[in-house]
């Protein structure tokens, strides 16, 4: 079945995935936090994605930014 899906389109999976809207930092804001300037988009991804599932308190984000970017090659 997999074999089906993937010949018709292979990014049917990527595309049912519901948009993850805006991230709560800003590029500059994460910058002056001191995270690498590569790592600073997946880091506003994994934000947005995180800030869409779940409201997240102001105050804990530059901690879970700097997480994010730890966790990151």
């Known amino acids: 079945m997999a ?3 993937w010949s018709l389109n292979p ?3 990527f595309h ?3 948009p993850e809207g805006k991230s709560p930092l800003s ?3 994460l910058a002056c936090l001191g995270i690498p300037k590569h790592k ?3 880091v506003e991804a ?6 869409s599932q779940a409201e997240l308190d102001r105050a ?3 901690d879970l930014a ?4 730890r966790q990151l090659l």
């Open 66 to 69: 700097r997480q994010i970017a």
């Open 27 to 29: 590029s500059s804001e």
């Open 11 to 13: 990014l049917a999976i």
């Open 16 to 18: 049912m995935r519901v």
């Open 60 to 62: 804990l984000l530059p």
């Open 3 to 5: 074999r089906f899906v």
């Open 46 to 51: 994994e934000l947005a994605r995180l800030n």
């Open 40 to 42: 600073i988009p997946r």
